[in-house]
């Protein structure tokens, strides 16, 4: 367990494989471990950003992602009318221009731009099937 950070985001995905290769592409996440289960279904994932770690899976059939639960939820949609992160993620990159570029290359949906405040430089996302994630740069 020395090899794991204090904390671990655990995030359910509708096709964890290809959460995992999108946010490989997207954010620059790198794998550190795929299990697929029957029928290609991810049992666990584990990627690292910096020092820092997530984990993945695909907890059903029956999981649906934000996104997909806003599209059939008002209540949901109705959540995320702001652009602010909704039990999301912060991960510090050491240049957020750059990342933020790469991010809306991939088909990240934007929720704000590239912005300064006193804590640093950062700007909000969702991925592809709705997780919200922050990304700060350090001042």
């Not at 995992?20 to 471990?33: K, P």
């Not at 029928?39 to 950003?49: D, K, Q, T, V, Y």
């Not at 599209?71 to 109705?78: G, I, P, V, Y």
């Amino acid at each position: 367990m020395d090899r794991y950070p204090a904390v671990i985001p655990m995030i359910a995905y509708e096709n964890g494989p290809a959460a995992m290769d999108w946010l490989s592409r997207a954010f620059g996440f790198r794998e550190r471990a795929r299990m697929l289960g029957e029928n290609g279904r991810l049992s666990h994932g584990e990627m690292e950003a910096g020092d820092g770690m997530i984990m993945l899976a695909t907890p059903s059939p029956h999981y649906h992602g934000p996104k997909h639960h806003r599209e059939e939820c008002e209540q949901a949609r109705r959540w995320s009318e702001v652009p602010y992160i909704i039990d999301g993620v912060l991960v510090y990159v050491e240049d957020v221009d750059a990342h933020f570029q790469r991010a809306k290359a991939e088909g990240a949906t934007m929720l704000s731009p590239v912005e300064e405040g006193q804590e640093g430089k950062r700007y909000r996302a969702e991925d592809l099937e709705g997780h919200r994630w922050m990304f700060m740069q350090k001042t």
